[in-house]
């Protein structure tokens, strides 16, 4: 299912940059990084806690959806006050991230609506409903592409599509199995909060390793270079979700262990594989100019760089999944607190990374982009260890 939407993504931001070029390719991918950042925030993993409500068959169980939407909907009025002068520090378009926001607040309470599945282990109806959807939005946003209409009604058909599963999931669930309110709607929405913002540590710290980079990139350059530089980073973005997809397994594995010695037997054999994931950007290294040209042509001229600095920035594949092994590990056994605040720091120390080196280095981007990474990564694993003594 993840291959799937990354490929519907990939040749959906394909059609986008040959089409619109990469000035506003380039706002598109910032402005969405940023959108995916302040709604990870908001919308606190409430589809975790409500999957994870109902696997338990909590009292409250009933009454997670119509709260959780509450809280979800809530969130999403506050951030939407405050988002305008976000945009204006970060200098991206308010409109294109008010609606990148939006659809991912849709996107969140249709994963809360599908938690009833999930949480009674049936992962079909859901991989259907994402497949389906996915497909939908592919296609539909193709077309509005190439009948030259603003990339913006691109954003907007997105979320009508996004609202439209979200009732479609939620009306799926047998009334029975739903209360629109509970004797006590102040404390369940209290108890969902409390576990919502101990989860979302985790998730919004894995989605700083994912979309910081581009926030930053969007801060510093604009024009066509920033649509080269994020289609850059975003194939990097690619390989990393892939490798991430495979690592969320070990997540059950590590709450088994008992001894530290388990704990240390696993980490030894995922070190030994991140470093033979350094074949992937050594493999590519001596075929950027193959893969330059192959750029050129399926997004123009305008894209020739992005073999170029592809090259180097893969080299940050393997420090990337470093980390979300570390923020793996830290959920797993409970250090969701110290990591999530080291990572906090690390994105302070990347901006800084970002102002010196757009001041006094040459090639700038590509160096930012791999510090802040390396830094990340180092440490991550500074917290595991400190954590884990």
Same mark, same amino acid.
């Given at each position: 299912m993840q291959v799937v939407?990354?490929?519907?993504?990939?040749i959906l931001i394909t $059609?986008?940059?040959?089409?619109?070029?990469p000035s506003i390719y380039g706002e598109y991918a910032s402005s969405k990084s940023l959108g995916v950042l302040i709604g990870t925030a908001l919308v606190m993993s409430l589809a975790l806690v409500a999957t994870k409500l109902r696997a338990q068959n909590d009292i409250e169980g009933k009454f997670v959806f119509s709260n959780s939407y509450y809280l979800v909907i809530r969130n999403l009025i506050i951030g939407l006050f405050l988002l305008y002068p976000v945009t204006l520090l970060f200098k991206r378009d308010f409109s294109m991230t008010a609606l990148f926001l939006i659809g991912f607040i849709f996107n969140e309470l249709i994963h809360i609506a599908?938690?009833?599945?999930? *949480?009674?282990g049936d992962f079909v109806t859901s991989s259907k409903q994402i497949m389906i959807r996915t497909l939908l939005y592919g296609m539909g946003a193709t077309a509005i592409v190439f009948s030259g209409y603003s990339i913006l009604w691109v954003i907007f058909y997105q979320i009508v599509i996004l609202a439209i599963f979200f009732l479609v999931a939620h009306f799926s669930i047998p009334s029975s199995e739903k209360k629109n309110s509970s004797p006590d709607a102040v404390e369940t929405r209290k108890k969902l909060t409390k576990s919502g913002q101990k989860m979302v540590l985790t998730t919004f710290s894995s989605a700083l390793i994912s979309e910081l980079d581009i926030v930053l990139l969007g801060l510093f350059f604009g024009g066509p270079l920033l649509g080269v530089l994020s289609w850059a980073r975003r194939i990097l973005e690619i390989l990393f979700q892939l490798a991430a997809a495979s690592l969320d397994i070990l997540? &059950?594995?590590? =709450?088994?262990?008992?001894?530290?010695?388990?704990?240390?037997?696993? /980490?030894?054999k995922l070190r030994r594989i991140v470093i033979l994931s350094f074949i992937i950007p050594t493999i590519f290294f001596p075929l950027k100019d193959v893969a330059g040209s192959l750029f050129v042509v399926l997004l123009g001229e305008e894209?020739? *760089?992005?073999?170029?600095?592809? *090259?180097?920035?893969l080299f940050c594949l393997p420090l990337m999944?470093? =980390? /979300?092994?570390?923020? $793996?590990? =830290? /959920?797993?056994?409970?250090?969701?607190? &110290?990591?999530?605040? $080291?990572?906090?720091?690390?994105?302070?120390?990347?901006?800084?990374?970002? =102002?010196?080196?757009?001041q006094f280095l040459d090639n700038s981007a590509v160096i930012s982009i791999i510090l802040s990474q390396l830094t990340i990564s180092a440490l991550?694993?500074?917290?595991? /260890?400190?954590?884990?003594?």
């Open positions: 939407l990354l490929v519907v993504n990939l $059609i986008i940059s040959r089409e619109y070029g599908l938690s009833y599945y999930q *949480a009674n997540f &059950p594995e590590l =709450s088994k262990t008992k001894s530290k010695s388990e704990v240390v037997e696993i /980490r030894n894209f020739s *760089a992005v073999g170029n600095y592809t *090259a180097y920035i999944v470093w =980390s /979300r092994i570390n923020i $793996i590990f =830290s /959920r797993a056994l409970n250090f969701e607190i &110290p990591i999530s605040k $080291i990572i906090f720091y690390s994105s302070i120390i990347s901006f800084f990374i970002y =102002s010196v080196t757009d991550t694993s500074y917290s595991f /260890r400190k954590s884990f003594r």
